[in-house]
């Protein structure tokens, strides 16, 4: 079975059955809950995600307008982020209302993280692959197994629904890009977009407002069924660092994300990018143009470890 690759895109071989694909999802009009959600992520100037070294009072007190942060500030001590807290970071200092998002990873398992049954620690189960070598304790999932997806959000106490009870406003899902780990196979990408829109229409039967937002995975972003669940898309890395720190990416590459990306801007989704530099004119630079892009641009540190809007230039 022929691999879908960036050369048959760049080629123009599936890229308009795409386009047409995701335009005809998009073009129903969204409920009323559901328009709010992505009326406030269009308004969002600063935003970023942190995942370590958490602190909820700063986050509170920052002028941010969207944070994603992990739900779990701590998984030795089981230390969640509670109802309260969630609360209290919502809300900004001039009493105007900030988006928080949890982060839940949809196409990778984390071994040794607050979701993973201690059963299993030991003994995987057999849809569990092999390990990034990049992340300790990450491994490879087939996530269109059930007892993947009944722990991320089928099951009745699954991450989706310990997110959902703290008050997030809903989700950033990372990962969606998994299907690289099994082969870009065509049913793998069909499988990660019905998960997206199975996890979608599971979490607005109890929250119609509540938001998906997407990282990366631009081989799927033209699935009717995904655009159609998804409020908002975020890229990684869209205009620097594919060669190395601080260097442009080649404009063969730009053009090719942007030809997924930019059909959702014209579908009314709003697109956020997050790049990774340490030189301030270069970061100067790269906004002024991700803003021109119709990007929403953060940078971060590589640990993703410091509140959004610290100087990333001054990592240890």
């Not at 069924?225 to 590459?253: C, F, M, Y």
């Not at 990306?261 to 004119?281: D, H, N, S, V």
Request: charged content about 25%; overall charge negative.
């Amino acid at each position: 079975m022929l691999n879908l690759t960036r050369r048959a895109v760049l080629a123009g071989l599936l890229l308009p059955v795409g386009l047409a694909r995701s335009g005809d999802a998009s073009m129903r009009a969204l409920p009323a809950a559901r328009q709010k959600s992505r009326d406030a992520l269009m308004k969002v100037t600063h935003w970023g995600c942190q995942y370590q070294n958490v602190d909820l009072e700063a986050v509170a007190r920052s002028d941010l307008d969207l944070i994603v942060l992990d739900p779990s500030l701590n998984d030795d001590l089981g230390r969640f982020v509670t109802q309260r807290e969630c609360r209290s970071i919502q809300k900004r200092s001039d009493g105007s209302r900030r988006v928080v998002l949890g982060y839940l990873c949809v196409g990778e398992v984390g071994t040794n993280r607050w979701y993973w049954p201690s059963a299993w620690r030991k003994n995987v189960p057999d849809w569990v692959g092999p390990e990034n070598p990049n992340w300790a304790g990450a491994r490879s999932v087939q996530y269109w197994n059930a007892g993947w997806q009944d722990l991320v959000f089928a099951g009745s106490d699954s991450m989706l629904d310990r997110i959902m009870d703290v008050g997030f406003d809903g989700v950033f899902l990372d990962r969606v890009d998994g299907y690289g780990d099994w082969g870009m196979k065509p049913e793998a990408l069909d499988a990660m977009a019905e998960l997206v829109a199975s996890l979608g229409e599971k979490a607005r039967k109890r929250d119609p407002s509540f938001i998906l937002m997407t990282q990366n995975a631009e081989h799927i972003l033209h699935h009717a069924n995904l655009v159609e669940a998804i409020d908002a898309h975020s890229k990684e890395s869209l205009l620097t660092g594919l060669s190395g720190p601080d260097t442009l990416n080649r404009q063969e590459d730009v053009d090719w994300s942007l030809g997924y990306l930019q059909p959702l801007q014209g579908l009314g989704i709003p697109t956020f990018a997050t790049e990774y530099i340490t030189k301030p004119e270069l970061r100067t630079e790269t906004a002024q143009r991700l803003t021109e892009l119709g990007f929403k641009p953060f940078f971060g540190t590589l640990g993703l470890d410091r509140l959004p809007g610290q100087d990333a230039t001054s990592r240890t």
